[in-house]
Structures are given as structure tokens and as C-alpha cells.
T-cell receptor, first 118, second 113 residues
Framework: EPEVTQTPSHQVTQMGQEVILRCVPISNHLYFYWYRQILGQKVEFLVSFYNNEISEKSEIFDDQFSVERPDGSNFTLKIRSTKLEDSAMYFC????????????????FGEGSWLTVV | GDSVTQMEGPVTLSEEAFLTINCTYTATGYPSLFWYVQYPGEGLQLLLKATKADDKGSNKGFEATYRKETTSFHLEKGSVQVSDSAVYFCALTTYSSASKIIFGSGTRLSIRP
């Protein structure tokens, strides 16, 4: 079973600090995403990334956020100066046909990174 | 724009009851449809999917049929268990918005022993 891995699983940070969340997407996938879920709420789209550039971003994804694929395997989300309202679960996902799929694309999510801003 | 609408929760059922969670969608193009499940304190897991009209996705006793005529993808299970208690999300991707997954708001399911 293909797997998207995320680190850290949980991070506590002080308001105003920079945070980097890391993701290793499935190796032959083409599209990468970050989503967030504030506790008990819906899963919200942040940004998508294709061909080494942002393909779409939401209103949530303001100048405090950035994404990078520094080495062809990792996919990172950086929050420059965290705010209390950034506390959420952040999910990385990747999309693309894998060798085991009979048809269509499947999106796989990582286990998520809990970010708590205090 | 493309969107997914799910029945509002929470849904509370007794063990062995029949489950239906309604999901309808609006999309241009031909979406792939998914159900994801989130168990308490965990991440999102793909439960099942369907990529074209009349396809039936199934997994762990859950089923959903892609109905293009009614733009629906309702989730069903014949006999639920306490372990099925979770939040269920309906979702879609389309080629017109291939860069994004669109989620419904989620339906919380609680099963009483």
C-alpha cells in the first residue's frame, strides 16, 4: 500500500515562531497538496503544487505560508510567523496514478501533523 | 464551481443498523468520487472510490454507487459496528480542477452498542 509520510506528528510552538512541516509524497505522484483541519471542523484546501510550482492556493494561504520541494522527494509547508489560529491538523496529500491502480487517480493523505500554537 | 454536499450529522445508530450517508455533488467534467474516513484522533483514510458513472466502490462492508443521473454517491452499510464510529467525508476531483480535492463538510457517525 503506497504511503504519504509526514513529520512531525505533533509540534507545539510559540506564537510568532516559524514552523516547517514536512511531507514525503508517493514517489511517482505528480500533484501535491496541503490541507488543514481545525479541530472538529471541515478539511480546508490550502495549496496545490505541480511541476515545481504552486498551481492553486486558497484565501487561507496568505503571505505567511510557503511551500517548497527542495530535493525532489520532500514537500514542505512553512509558516513564517505562527498565530494562535494556525493551530490545526495539517495534512499533506499526493495525487497520481500508481502502478497498482487499475484506473483513475487516487489521492493519498498522510497521517497529519498536529500544530499547536501557544 | 465544483462542490460536495453531505447530509448533516451527527448520525447516531444502534449496532447492526443499516447506514446511509447522503452525498451529492456539482461538477463540470467527469469527477472521480471518494469517501474518506477519519477515526477519532487519526488522519484521513481512503475508504472507497469510483471513477466513472455506475461504478460501485466497496470496502469493509461499505458501498457507494456513482449515480450520474442524480449526481450522488451515497455511502451505505448493511450492518454497522461500534468500530465504524468516525467522521466520513465525501470528496471529488475532476479533470477541470485536477489540482484540487473538494471535500464535503463531513458527517460524524456514532454507533451505540
Amino acid at each position: 500500500e503506497p504511503e504519504v509520510t509526514q513529520t512531525p506528528s505533533h509540534q507545539v510552538t510559540q506564537m510568532g515562531q516559524e514552523v516547517i512541516l514536512r511531507c514525503v509524497p508517493i514517489s511517482n505522484h505528480l500533484y501535491f497538496y496541503w490541507y488543514r483541519q481545525i479541530l472538529g471542523q471541515k478539511v480546508e484546501f490550502l495549496v496545490s503544487f505541480y511541476n515545481n510550482e504552486i498551481s492553486e492556493k486558497s484565501e487561507i494561504f496568505d503571505d505567511q505560508f510557503s511551500v517548497e520541494r527542495p530535493d525532489g522527494s520532500n514537500f514542505t509547508l512553512k509558516i513564517r510567523s505562527t498565530k494562535l489560529e494556525d493551530s490545526a491538523m495539517y495534512f499533506c496529500a499526493s495525487l497520481g496514478q500508481t502502478g497498482k491502480e487499475s484506473s483513475g487517480n487516487t489521492i493519498y493523505f498522510g497521517e497529519g501533523s498536529w500544530l499547536t500554537v501557544v | 464551481g465544483d462542490s460536495v454536499t453531505q447530509m448533516e450529522g451527527p448520525v447516531t445508530l444502534s449496532e447492526e443498523a443499516f447506514l446511509t450517508i447522503n452525498c451529492t455533488y456539482t461538477a463540470t467534467g467527469y469527477p472521480s468520487l471518494f469517501w474518506y474516513v477519519q477515526y477519532p484522533g487519526e488522519g484521513l483514510q481512503l475508504l472507497l472510490k469510483a471513477t466513472k458513472a455506475d461504478d460501485k466502490g466497496s470496502n469493509k462492508g461499505f458501498e457507494a454507487t456513482y449515480r450520474k443521473e442524480t449526481t450522488s454517491f451515497h455511502l451505505e452499510k448493511g450492518s454497522v459496528q461500534v468500530s465504524d464510529s468516525a467522521v466520513y467525508f465525501c470528496a471529488l476531483t475532476t479533470y477541470s480542477s485536477a489540482s484540487k480535492i473538494i471535500f464535503g463538510s463531513g458527517t460524524r457517525l456514532s454507533i451505540r452498542p
